[in-house]
Protein backbone atom coordinates (compact mmCIF):
# COMPACT_ATOMS: atom_id res chain seq x y z
CA UNK A 1 0.00 0.00 0.00
CA UNK A 2 1.44 3.35 -1.17
CA UNK A 3 0.48 5.97 0.54
CA UNK A 4 -1.86 7.79 -1.69
CA UNK A 5 -3.72 4.43 -0.51
CA UNK A 6 -2.98 4.61 3.15
CA UNK A 7 -4.13 8.50 2.81
CA UNK A 8 -7.70 7.45 1.07
CA UNK A 9 -8.50 4.44 3.69
CA UNK A 10 -7.87 6.83 6.45
CA UNK A 11 -10.17 9.45 4.81
CA UNK A 12 -13.00 6.54 4.10
CA UNK A 13 -12.54 5.80 8.04
CA UNK A 14 -12.97 9.34 9.04
CA UNK A 15 -16.45 9.51 6.79
CA UNK A 16 -17.32 6.34 8.16
CA UNK A 17 -17.36 7.71 12.00
CA UNK A 18 -18.93 10.85 11.51
CA UNK A 19 -22.01 9.26 10.18
CA UNK A 20 -21.82 7.09 13.25
CA UNK A 21 -21.16 9.94 14.70
CA UNK A 22 -24.58 11.59 13.70
CA UNK A 23 -26.22 8.52 13.95
CA UNK A 24 -25.79 8.18 17.44
CA UNK A 25 -26.03 12.00 18.02
CA UNK A 26 -29.71 11.61 16.41
CA UNK A 27 -31.21 8.90 18.52
CA UNK A 28 -29.21 10.78 21.76
CA UNK A 29 -31.81 13.72 20.71
CA UNK A 30 -34.26 10.79 20.12
CA UNK A 31 -33.59 9.49 23.79
CA UNK A 32 -34.04 13.19 25.12
CA UNK A 33 -37.40 13.44 24.14
CA UNK A 34 -38.43 10.24 26.40
CA UNK A 35 -38.16 7.16 23.66
CA UNK A 36 -35.06 5.91 25.40
CA UNK A 37 -34.51 4.44 28.45
CA UNK A 38 -31.91 6.60 30.80
CA UNK A 39 -29.70 3.39 30.68
CA UNK A 40 -30.13 3.53 26.85
CA UNK A 41 -29.26 7.31 26.83
CA UNK A 42 -25.62 6.61 29.04
CA UNK A 43 -24.92 3.65 26.80
CA UNK A 44 -25.57 6.24 23.58
CA UNK A 45 -23.33 8.86 25.24
CA UNK A 46 -20.30 6.28 25.98
CA UNK A 47 -20.63 5.22 22.41
CA UNK A 48 -20.41 8.51 21.22
CA UNK A 49 -17.78 9.03 23.22
CA UNK A 50 -15.62 6.47 22.23
CA UNK A 51 -16.41 7.34 18.43
CA UNK A 52 -15.32 10.75 19.01
CA UNK A 53 -12.47 9.88 19.90
CA UNK A 54 -11.39 7.46 16.96
CA UNK A 55 -12.48 10.23 14.81
CA UNK A 56 -10.08 12.15 16.46
CA UNK A 57 -7.67 9.42 15.94
CA UNK A 58 -8.39 8.60 12.37
CA UNK A 59 -8.56 12.23 11.53
CA UNK A 60 -4.75 12.82 12.79
CA UNK A 61 -3.82 10.06 10.77
CA UNK A 62 -5.50 11.18 7.81
CA UNK A 63 -3.69 14.38 8.08
CA UNK A 64 -0.57 12.84 8.58
CA UNK A 65 -0.76 10.40 5.49
CA UNK A 66 -1.86 13.16 3.27
CA UNK A 67 1.29 15.21 4.12
CA UNK A 68 3.51 12.58 3.32
CA UNK A 69 1.63 12.08 0.11
CA UNK A 70 1.95 15.51 -0.68
CA UNK A 71 5.59 15.60 -0.13
CA UNK A 72 5.79 12.79 -2.06
CA UNK A 73 4.06 14.18 -5.21
CA UNK A 74 5.67 17.23 -4.33
CA UNK A 75 9.29 15.79 -4.60
CA UNK A 76 8.01 13.14 -7.64
CA UNK A 77 6.80 16.83 -9.64
CA UNK A 78 10.76 18.17 -8.98
CA UNK A 79 12.20 14.82 -10.35
CA UNK A 80 10.00 15.00 -13.13
CA UNK A 81 11.23 18.55 -13.92
CA UNK A 82 14.60 17.85 -13.34
CA UNK A 83 14.48 15.04 -15.92
CA UNK A 84 12.92 17.29 -18.19
CA UNK A 85 15.83 19.83 -17.38
CA UNK A 86 19.05 16.98 -18.01
CA UNK A 87 17.04 15.63 -21.39
CA UNK A 88 17.38 19.06 -22.42
CA UNK A 89 20.81 19.41 -21.77
CA UNK A 90 21.80 16.26 -22.76
CA UNK A 91 20.00 17.16 -26.31
CA UNK A 92 22.13 20.41 -26.46
CA UNK A 93 25.55 18.31 -25.36
CA UNK A 94 25.07 16.54 -27.97
CA UNK A 95 24.28 19.20 -30.54
CA UNK A 96 27.62 20.92 -29.43
CA UNK A 97 29.43 16.99 -29.12
CA UNK A 98 28.41 16.84 -33.20
CA UNK A 99 29.81 20.47 -33.94
CA UNK A 100 32.65 19.43 -32.06
CA UNK A 101 33.42 16.54 -33.83
CA UNK A 102 33.32 18.06 -37.27
CA UNK A 103 35.84 21.05 -36.01
CA UNK A 104 37.95 17.92 -34.45
CA UNK A 105 37.62 16.40 -37.97
CA UNK A 106 38.36 19.63 -39.65
CA UNK A 107 41.69 20.58 -38.25
CA UNK A 108 42.72 17.05 -38.08
CA UNK A 109 42.34 17.39 -42.31
CA UNK A 110 44.11 20.91 -42.46
CA UNK A 111 46.65 19.37 -39.94
CA UNK A 112 47.86 16.35 -42.12
CA UNK A 113 47.12 18.51 -45.59
CA UNK A 114 50.47 21.08 -43.53
CA UNK A 115 52.52 17.87 -42.95
CA UNK A 116 52.30 16.97 -46.29
CA UNK A 117 52.70 20.54 -47.77
CA UNK A 118 55.12 22.25 -44.98
CA UNK A 119 56.64 19.83 -42.98
CA UNK A 120 60.20 19.56 -44.94
CA UNK A 121 60.35 23.32 -44.67
CA UNK A 122 59.04 24.06 -41.13
CA UNK A 123 62.25 21.25 -40.01
CA UNK A 124 64.45 23.40 -42.24
CA UNK A 125 63.95 26.49 -40.33
CA UNK A 126 63.27 24.94 -37.00
CA UNK A 127 66.97 23.56 -37.78
CA UNK A 128 67.98 27.02 -38.46
CA UNK A 129 66.56 28.53 -35.79
CA UNK A 130 68.12 26.31 -33.50
CA UNK A 131 71.55 26.83 -35.14
CA UNK A 132 70.93 30.57 -34.67
CA UNK A 133 69.85 30.28 -31.10
CA UNK A 134 73.36 27.89 -30.61
CA UNK A 135 75.78 30.15 -32.47
CA UNK A 136 73.91 33.61 -30.16
CA UNK A 137 74.59 31.40 -26.90
CA UNK A 138 77.99 30.92 -27.41
CA UNK A 139 78.77 34.33 -27.85
CA UNK A 140 76.44 35.28 -24.90
CA UNK A 141 79.27 32.60 -22.57
CA UNK A 142 81.70 33.98 -24.23
CA UNK A 143 84.62 35.89 -21.56
CA UNK A 144 88.01 36.82 -20.43
CA UNK A 145 88.59 32.71 -19.24
CA UNK A 146 87.49 31.29 -22.77
CA UNK A 147 87.73 33.78 -25.33
CA UNK A 148 90.33 36.88 -26.24
CA UNK A 149 87.60 39.16 -25.07
CA UNK A 150 88.81 41.71 -23.07
CA UNK A 151 87.66 42.25 -19.18
CA UNK A 152 86.11 45.21 -19.53
CA UNK A 153 83.55 43.91 -22.25
CA UNK A 154 82.08 41.31 -19.86
CA UNK A 155 78.27 41.57 -19.37
CA UNK A 156 76.65 42.99 -16.39
CA UNK A 157 75.15 39.86 -15.61
CA UNK A 158 78.37 38.11 -15.79
CA UNK A 159 80.71 37.73 -12.68
CA UNK A 160 84.01 40.05 -14.20
CA UNK A 161 86.78 37.05 -14.13
CA UNK A 162 90.61 38.76 -14.01
CA UNK A 163 93.04 36.22 -15.39
CA UNK A 164 95.94 36.59 -12.76
CA UNK A 165 98.52 33.78 -12.38
CA UNK A 166 100.92 35.48 -9.92
CA UNK A 167 101.08 34.28 -6.29
CA UNK A 168 101.22 35.72 -3.07
CA UNK A 169 105.08 36.31 -2.29
CA UNK A 170 104.00 37.42 1.46
CA UNK A 171 105.74 40.67 0.91
CA UNK A 172 104.57 44.31 1.63
CA UNK A 173 102.57 46.26 -0.81
CA UNK A 174 105.06 48.69 -3.13
CA UNK A 175 108.15 48.94 -4.46
CA UNK A 176 110.40 46.60 -3.24
CA UNK A 177 114.00 46.64 -2.02
CA UNK A 178 116.48 47.25 -5.27
CA UNK A 179 113.46 48.30 -7.63
CA UNK A 180 114.88 51.32 -10.24
CA UNK A 181 113.73 54.33 -9.38
CA UNK A 182 111.09 56.19 -11.93
CA UNK A 183 111.59 59.82 -12.00
CA UNK A 184 110.72 62.91 -14.58
CA UNK A 185 113.47 63.12 -17.08
CA UNK A 186 115.71 66.31 -17.63
CA UNK A 187 113.94 69.38 -19.83
CA UNK A 188 115.89 69.82 -22.93
CA UNK A 189 118.19 72.57 -23.06
CA UNK A 190 115.98 74.48 -26.09
CA UNK A 191 112.40 73.54 -24.31
CA UNK A 192 113.38 75.57 -21.21
CA UNK A 193 110.84 79.05 -20.65
CA UNK A 194 111.92 80.03 -17.77
CA UNK A 195 114.59 80.27 -15.19
CA UNK A 196 115.76 81.39 -12.07
CA UNK A 197 118.50 82.11 -10.21
CA UNK A 198 119.19 81.32 -6.85
CA UNK A 199 122.42 83.30 -5.30
CA UNK A 200 123.80 83.96 -1.74
CA UNK A 201 125.34 87.26 -0.69
CA UNK A 202 126.98 85.71 2.63
CA UNK A 203 128.03 82.07 3.84
CA UNK A 204 125.93 80.52 5.56
CA UNK A 205 128.43 79.60 8.35
CA UNK A 206 129.75 82.20 9.44
CA UNK A 207 128.34 85.47 7.95
CA UNK A 208 131.47 86.45 5.94
CA UNK A 209 130.53 88.53 2.65
CA UNK A 210 133.41 87.94 0.85
CA UNK A 211 132.48 84.94 -0.97
CA UNK A 212 133.21 83.41 -4.71
CA UNK A 213 131.27 81.23 -7.09
CA UNK A 214 132.96 77.63 -8.16
CA UNK A 215 129.84 76.88 -10.14
CA UNK A 216 125.60 75.96 -9.94
CA UNK A 217 123.62 72.89 -9.65
CA UNK A 218 120.69 72.91 -11.96
CA UNK A 219 116.41 71.48 -10.73
CA UNK A 220 113.90 71.35 -13.52
CA UNK A 221 110.18 72.06 -12.59
CA UNK A 222 107.16 71.17 -14.75
CA UNK A 223 104.39 73.69 -13.83
CA UNK A 224 101.58 75.73 -15.66
CA UNK A 225 100.35 79.06 -15.02
CA UNK A 226 96.68 80.09 -15.24
CA UNK A 227 96.73 83.99 -16.94
CA UNK A 228 93.51 85.70 -18.15
CA UNK A 229 94.05 87.02 -21.62
CA UNK A 230 91.54 90.24 -22.00
CA UNK A 231 92.31 90.86 -25.87
CA UNK A 232 90.81 93.81 -27.40
CA UNK A 233 89.45 93.27 -31.72
CA UNK A 234 89.91 96.30 -33.77
CA UNK A 235 88.41 96.19 -37.28
CA UNK A 236 89.34 99.75 -39.34
CA UNK A 237 87.28 101.79 -41.10
CA UNK A 238 87.75 102.51 -45.06
CA UNK A 239 86.35 104.73 -48.03
CA UNK A 240 87.70 104.21 -51.54
CA UNK A 241 88.95 106.78 -53.34
CA UNK A 242 87.43 105.84 -56.47
CA UNK A 243 83.71 104.85 -55.64
CA UNK A 244 83.40 106.66 -52.77
CA UNK A 245 82.38 103.32 -50.72
CA UNK A 246 82.79 103.23 -47.16
CA UNK A 247 83.84 99.77 -45.79
CA UNK A 248 85.28 98.22 -42.94
CA UNK A 249 87.71 94.56 -42.09
CA UNK A 250 85.11 91.95 -41.55
CA UNK A 251 84.15 90.81 -38.20
CA UNK A 252 84.12 86.86 -37.50
CA UNK A 253 80.77 85.43 -36.06
CA UNK A 254 82.51 84.86 -32.89
CA UNK A 255 82.93 88.20 -32.46
CA UNK A 256 79.06 89.68 -32.67
CA UNK A 257 79.07 91.11 -29.42
CA UNK A 258 80.81 94.24 -28.00
CA UNK A 259 82.30 91.26 -25.27
CA UNK A 260 82.48 88.28 -25.40
CA UNK A 261 84.53 84.66 -24.05
CA UNK A 262 86.67 83.46 -25.78
CA UNK A 263 86.86 79.91 -27.21
CA UNK A 264 89.58 78.36 -25.36
CA UNK A 265 86.96 79.17 -22.24
CA UNK A 266 83.94 77.74 -24.30
CA UNK A 267 86.24 74.63 -24.68
CA UNK A 268 86.92 74.29 -20.85
CA UNK A 269 83.48 74.62 -19.83
CA UNK A 270 82.11 72.20 -22.74
CA UNK A 271 84.84 69.55 -21.21
CA UNK A 272 84.05 70.25 -17.73
CA UNK A 273 80.53 69.31 -18.58
CA UNK A 274 80.10 66.47 -21.33
CA UNK A 275 83.36 65.04 -20.35
CA UNK A 276 83.54 65.38 -16.70
CA UNK A 277 79.58 65.48 -15.94
CA UNK A 278 80.09 68.37 -14.00
CA UNK A 279 76.68 70.08 -12.99
CA UNK A 280 76.53 73.76 -14.05
CA UNK A 281 76.76 75.45 -10.58
CA UNK A 282 80.02 73.70 -10.24
CA UNK A 283 81.56 74.65 -13.39
CA UNK A 284 80.64 78.18 -13.29
CA UNK A 285 82.69 77.59 -9.73
CA UNK A 286 85.30 75.87 -10.67
CA UNK A 287 85.83 78.50 -13.59
CA UNK A 288 85.17 81.46 -10.76
CA UNK A 289 87.96 79.82 -8.99
CA UNK A 290 91.01 79.03 -11.54
CA UNK A 291 90.65 82.55 -12.82
CA UNK A 292 90.28 84.53 -9.47
CA UNK A 293 86.93 85.71 -10.18
CA UNK A 294 87.93 87.63 -13.13
CA UNK A 295 86.19 85.10 -15.63
CA UNK A 296 82.55 84.35 -13.78
CA UNK A 297 80.15 82.67 -16.62
CA UNK A 298 76.72 82.92 -15.69
CA UNK A 299 74.30 79.59 -15.53
CA UNK A 300 72.41 80.89 -18.84
CA UNK A 301 75.68 81.41 -20.57
CA UNK A 302 76.81 77.79 -19.75
CA UNK A 303 73.38 76.53 -20.74
CA UNK A 304 73.16 78.45 -23.64
CA UNK A 305 76.23 77.31 -24.92
CA UNK A 306 76.12 73.80 -24.49
CA UNK A 307 72.09 73.86 -26.29
CA UNK A 308 74.14 75.40 -29.17
CA UNK A 309 76.79 72.78 -29.27
CA UNK A 310 74.29 70.17 -29.45
CA UNK A 311 72.57 71.92 -32.06
CA UNK A 312 75.35 71.50 -33.90
CA UNK A 313 75.91 67.97 -33.08
CA UNK A 314 72.39 67.19 -34.82
CA UNK A 315 73.71 66.19 -37.78
CA UNK A 316 76.36 63.87 -36.57
CA UNK A 317 74.15 62.15 -34.21
CA UNK A 318 71.12 61.71 -37.45
CA UNK A 319 74.21 59.86 -38.95
CA UNK A 320 75.41 57.46 -35.87
CA UNK A 321 71.40 56.79 -35.52
CA UNK A 322 71.77 55.84 -39.19
CA UNK A 323 75.01 53.72 -38.51
CA UNK A 324 73.11 51.61 -35.65
CA UNK A 325 70.76 50.42 -37.85
CA UNK A 326 72.86 48.58 -39.86
CA UNK A 327 74.57 46.83 -36.84
CA UNK A 328 73.82 43.10 -36.09
CA UNK A 329 73.99 43.52 -32.52
CA UNK A 330 72.65 46.73 -30.94
CA UNK A 331 73.20 47.44 -27.10
CA UNK A 332 70.42 49.14 -24.96
CA UNK A 333 70.08 50.08 -21.62
CA UNK A 334 68.24 53.05 -19.76
CA UNK A 335 69.70 54.60 -16.56
CA UNK A 336 67.76 57.08 -13.90
CA UNK A 337 69.12 60.63 -13.92
CA UNK A 338 67.74 64.15 -12.45
CA UNK A 339 66.40 66.63 -14.47
CA UNK A 340 65.72 70.16 -12.29
CA UNK A 341 65.71 68.10 -9.36
CA UNK A 342 63.27 65.34 -11.20
CA UNK A 343 63.48 61.70 -11.97
CA UNK A 344 64.20 61.26 -15.01
CA UNK A 345 65.81 58.43 -17.44
CA UNK A 346 68.99 58.45 -20.22
CA UNK A 347 68.87 55.70 -22.79
CA UNK A 348 71.80 54.60 -24.70
CA UNK A 349 72.19 52.93 -27.77
CA UNK A 350 75.26 51.96 -28.98
CA UNK A 351 78.14 49.07 -29.92
CA UNK A 352 81.30 48.77 -28.96
CA UNK A 353 82.65 51.42 -31.21
CA UNK A 354 79.26 54.23 -31.15
CA UNK A 355 77.16 55.33 -28.54
CA UNK A 356 73.86 57.74 -29.04
CA UNK A 357 72.64 59.21 -25.86
CA UNK A 358 68.66 60.15 -25.61
CA UNK A 359 67.39 61.98 -22.85
CA UNK A 360 63.45 61.97 -21.24
CA UNK A 361 61.31 63.28 -18.50
CA UNK A 362 60.15 59.54 -18.10
CA UNK A 363 60.81 56.19 -19.20
CA UNK A 364 58.34 54.63 -21.05
CA UNK A 365 57.36 53.91 -24.71
CA UNK A 366 56.78 57.42 -25.72
CA UNK A 367 60.18 58.62 -25.62
CA UNK A 368 61.78 55.21 -27.44
CA UNK A 369 58.82 56.15 -30.24
CA UNK A 370 60.12 59.41 -30.22
CA UNK A 371 63.99 58.39 -30.26
CA UNK A 372 62.72 56.52 -33.58
CA UNK A 373 65.64 54.18 -33.81
CA UNK A 374 63.93 50.57 -32.82
CA UNK A 375 61.44 50.95 -34.98
CA UNK A 376 64.11 51.09 -38.14
CA UNK A 377 65.98 47.82 -36.92
CA UNK A 378 65.36 45.21 -39.74
CA UNK A 379 64.69 41.06 -38.65
CA UNK A 380 68.22 40.48 -38.88
CA UNK A 381 69.53 42.94 -35.83
CA UNK A 382 69.41 41.61 -32.28
CA UNK A 383 68.85 44.07 -29.68
CA UNK A 384 70.87 43.25 -26.28
CA UNK A 385 69.24 45.11 -23.15
CA UNK A 386 70.20 44.68 -19.35
CA UNK A 387 67.80 43.00 -17.25
CA UNK A 388 66.93 44.20 -13.78
Keep these: MDLKEAYEKRRQEVLSLQRQVKKLEKQLDQADKGLYTPEEKVAFL ?31 LYVDFGRKNLEEENAELKKENAAMKAELERLRKKVSFLEETGGRA ?37 KKVIPNSREKSGRKKGGQPGHAKHTLAAIPEGEVTDSENHELDACPCCGSSDITGTGHDEKDELDYEVHVVKKRHRFFRYRCNDCGKEFRSPVPLN ?5 QYGASLQAMVLSLL ?37 RKLEGF ?18 TVIFINTQRSCMRFYGTEKLALFKAHSSKGREGIDEDGLLGLLGTQTFVMTTIP
Design 122 to 158: AAEKIKALSDEVCRLTAILNNDGTNSGTPTSQTPISK
Design 274 to 310: DLGFVSVNRVKRIVGGFFSGQLDPCGAFIIGMQKKAA
Design 255 to 259: LKESC
Design 46 to 76: KQINRLSQDLRKTQKERDHYHGLWDKERNRN
Design 317 to 334: AAQVRQELTKVFVLYWDD
